[in-house]
T-cell receptor
Framework: DTAVSQTPKYLVTQMGNDKSIKCEQNLGHDTMYWYKQDSKKFLKIMFS???????INETVPNRFSPKSPDKAHLNLHINSLELGDSAVYFC????????????FGNGTRLTVT | QKEVEQNSGPLSVPEGAIASLNCTYSDRGSQSFFWYRQYSGKSPELIMSIYSNGDKEDGRFTAQLNKASQYVSLLIRDSQPSDSATYLCASRGSSASKIIFGSGTRLSIRP
């Protein structure tokens, strides 16, 4: 009965490969997010979807493409992986109201070699 | 200027003392503020939310908000070794869909 679940937990791959991370939430929230946490622990927003519609697209390379098939799912596909993509990627969800906090998944640690 | 700023620490506090964590934000339109705790290798977990000026208490934790000074703080009373973690301050800005995080403060409670 995990609230926000993402898979895989670990991803080790070589430069140039393409990989995907999947996220699902069962909290009934209407907004989902992808955050990237670098080695210095800084959490930076990448994308946000509200009811399957992209509403936030920060300055992220085009190699990153989010997809939301429905409001309970948000996936992240990364093309042509680079060393600098190594980080922990967190999926999160919330209601789209001002007082609604984020609920995080357990994170996916991506290592590009 | 970063949108949400925190002192990175580490902040070292003796067990049983009060730990005080501070955060400033730049977006005057920010409406809500959150404190998350993150243990190493784990995901952030919500400790406190605060939306109005003043203090909000929950157990050993007190969040304080001063919108005029654009300042948010978290006090942890009777600090325990299990409180040792990174504390992340976050604000939901004038664009209600976006939650911005500070870089976090590492807190270490020494026995």
């Amino acid at each position: 009965d995990t609230a926000v679940s993402q898979t895989p937990k670990y991803l080790v791959t070589q430069m140039g490969n393409d990989k995907s991370i999947k996220c699902e939430q069962n909290l009934g929230h209407d907004t989902m997010y992808w955050y990237k946490q670098d080695s210095k622990k800084f959490l930076k927003i990448m994308f946000s979807y509200n009811n399957k519609e992209l509403i936030i697209n920060e300055t992220v390379p085009n190699r990153f493409s989010p997809k939301s098939p429905d409001k309970a799912h948000l996936n992240l596909h990364i093309n042509s992986l680079e060393l600098g993509d190594s980080a922990v990627y967190f999926c999160a969800s919330s209601q789209g109201t001002y007082n609604s906090p984020l609920h995080f998944g357990n994170g996916t640690r991506l290592t590009v070699t | 200027q970063k949108e949400v700023e925190q002192n990175s620490g580490p902040l070292s506090v003796p067990e049983g003392a009060i730990a005080s964590l501070n955060c400033t934000y730049s977006d005057r339109g920010s409406q809500s503020f959150f404190w998350y705790r993150q243990y190493s290798g784990k995901s952030p977990e919500l400790i406190m939310s605060i939306y109005s000026n003043g203090d909000k208490e929950d157990g050993r934790f007190t969040a304080q908000l001063n919108k005029a000074s654009q300042y948010v703080s978290l006090l942890i009373r009777d600090s325990q070794p299990s409180d040792s973690a990174t504390y992340l301050c976050a604000s939901r800005g004038s664009s209600a869909s976006k939650i911005i995080f500070g870089s976090g403060t590492r807190l270490s409670i020494r026995p």
